[in-house]
């Protein structure tokens, strides 16, 4: 595993354009800048061609013999079922608006990491094949051939997008970026071209129903814990049900809420809040993943894994489905779902059982985002908070790209935060809202052995962050994203230290005032309450 630099190192970015066109400058596949291959079981597992196992730093990647042909196939066919992948190839105009705002160019300054150019990676080669000046023309018309180096700079690139949309929101023709980005993934993936760290968690997704691969025994094992450190803070004892048929709700979240820290907070925050309200739901341990990895392979993975949840929530026989803090499962909820799966016209539209409130945005997809759902029940004064409990931080708000930008979800975790904490504060308003800077390390890339890309891509999350810890003393982040929740952590000890974080209803659970609860000294994390420090 490549050494990642120190961030002083990894700070000077040289932005100097290359003396050479993009075009004559091949691509150097550096350590720490890319993932691990699929690994052959795994490829196997999800039906995808060309199953092996290989290594990137190996000159023989081991592909089909008509490995081009199969590419170029793959592209027809793909041209001619989605118009916008053709009307992406054809109308940028290449004005740089996009330029800059990638979160990848900004800490790598890599040319190849500008939106623009990262979409000419593929566009040169449709030129080339399927446009008549590019086949008379070609480096003139912008043209090239497909060859085994501009294959692999494909892979290098494509995966070192987030597919985030930011440059999208810049873009004044449109052009979503990540949807090309999502066009190459799919054309490698005709290679058996993917990463260890995507088709590990989405051939665990599609076997056991979750990216982490756990049993049914295991995610209730792993809530017992929760359920034992609940009643250790607040005297109460929860007992939630498990693929119970007749539940009003199905509650689906995230695997990283079921396992690591700090998203187990937040999952502890959500049973908290549901045993408060006498909430009639219940988990699936078969349906135990919110997420999508398949979104980051092809159309067609995604599309089987999204439907687990509604077959989940046909079969227990459920009303409605509610949605913990995830990123991409909202995206793909909310933008793709109904061509895919949809409409679930078996579910009723959704209905809270505490304020009566009707969720008109969820007609179609007949889910609704815990956040909405919180929101909701604040603004009814429906809980007894106490956000003095959360004195001890000083919060700002990070907007999950896939929340934002794919769902327009601002305003509502913000109204949570205002009524739990006292001590909140937005960065700028440049790297919030539709124009929220990534994480770093989402659609995939959060494995170990990329970090050095993971933390130059963080670096403008970090700086924003960076520039309220000194203006206001912030020490947590909160979002609500599972990935958000696992990469910020690392991002924050490297490039801010003393900056935690955390998922939004865990901060609910802190102030949350539960009734018959002892008298609370800490918070879910084992840390003293303001006010209690010294006490036992």
């Known amino acids: 595993m490549a050494k990642t630099p120190k961030p002083d190192e990894l700070s000077k ?59 170029l196939k793959g592209m027809k066919e793909r041209l001619d079922k989605y118009r916008s992948f053709r009307v992406f190839m054809d109308i940028c105009v290449r004005c740089g608006a996009c330029a800059d705002k990638c979160h990848f160019f900004i800490g790598s300054g890599d040319p190849k990491n500008m939106p623009v150019l990262r979409a000419e990676l593929l566009r040169s080669v449709y030129r080339g094949n399927f446009t008549t000046a590019g086949k008379i023309l070609g480096k003139i018309a912008g043209a090239r051939p497909l060859t085994l180096a501009v294959l692999k700079e494909w892979w290098y690139y494509f995966f070192q997008c987030t597919e985030c949309r930011r440059c999208s929101v810049f873009c004044p023709y449109g052009i979503d970026t990540a949807e090309i980005t999502m066009m190459g993934r799919e054309l490698l993936n005709l290679l058996g071209l993917n990463t260890d760290w995507i088709s590990g968690p989405a051939a665990n997704c599609y076997m056991k129903g979750n990216h982490l691969g756990l049993e049914p025994h295991t995610i209730v094992g792993n809530l017992e814990y929760m359920l034992d450190d609940i009643e250790t803070v607040t005297g109460i004892k929860i007992k939630p049900t498990f693929n119970r048929k007749g539940a009003e709700i199905l509650f689906v979240t995230p695997s990283g809420d079921l396992f690591a820290d700090p998203g187990t907070y937040t999952c502890m925050g959500y049973l908290m809040l549901f045993h408060e309200l006498g909430l009639d739901y219940t988990w699936s341990t078969y349906a135990s993943e919110g997420g999508n990895f398949g979104f980051f392979t092809t ?25 913990g803090e995830c990123g991409h499962m909202w995206r793909v909820l909310n933008q793709y779902m109904d061509t895919w799966n949809g409409p679930a016209d078996f579910l009723e539209v959704p209905k809270s059982p505490i304020t009566g409130t009707v969720f008109e945005n969820t007609r179609s997809t007949k889910m609704v985002h815990i956040a909405e759902f919180t929101a909701d029940l604040i603004k009814n004064k429906k809980l007894k908070l106490d956000p003095k409990r959360n004195d001890n931080l000083k919060v700002t708000f990070h907007d999950s790209c896939n929340t934002a930008r794919g769902m327009g979800i601002f305003e509502e975790p913000r109204y949570i935060i205002n009524n739990v904490c006292n001590n909140f504060y937005e960065m700028d308003e440049l790297t919030t809202r539709e124009k929220t800077f990534c994480c770093g390390s ?95």
């Open 299 to 323: 159309n067609e993975l995604a599309k089987r894994l999204n439907s687990k949840i509604y077959n989940e929530a046909k079969r227990l026989g459920v009303k409605w489905i509610l949605g």
């Open 442 to 536: 989402g659609s995939g890339l959060n494995a170990g052995e990329n970090m050095e890309i993971r933390m130059r891509g963080g670096l403008p999350r970090a700086n924003a962050v960076k520039d309220v810890a000194e203006k206001y003393g912030v020490n947590m982040l909160a979002n609500i994203c599972a990935i958000d929740r696992a990469v910020l952590t690392a991002s924050m000890d490297y490039w801010v230290p003393g900056v935690k974080v955390t998922g939004v209803h865990e901060l609910v659970a802190n102030a949350l005032i539960m009734k018959g609860e002892k008298e609370r000294t800490t918070d879910l994390r084992g840390e003293p309450l303001p006010g209690t420090e010294g006490q036992e």
């Open 13 to 71: 970015i040289n932005y100097t354009p290359p003396q050479k066109a993009w075009m004559d400058n091949p691509a150097e596949l550096k350590e720490g800048n890319w993932c691990y291959g699929a690994k052959a079981k795994n490829l196997e597992t999800l039906h995808f061609p060309n199953p092996r196992d290989w290594r990137v730093q190996d000159e023989d990647w081991k592909l089909p013999e008509n490995w081009q042909e199969i590419i």
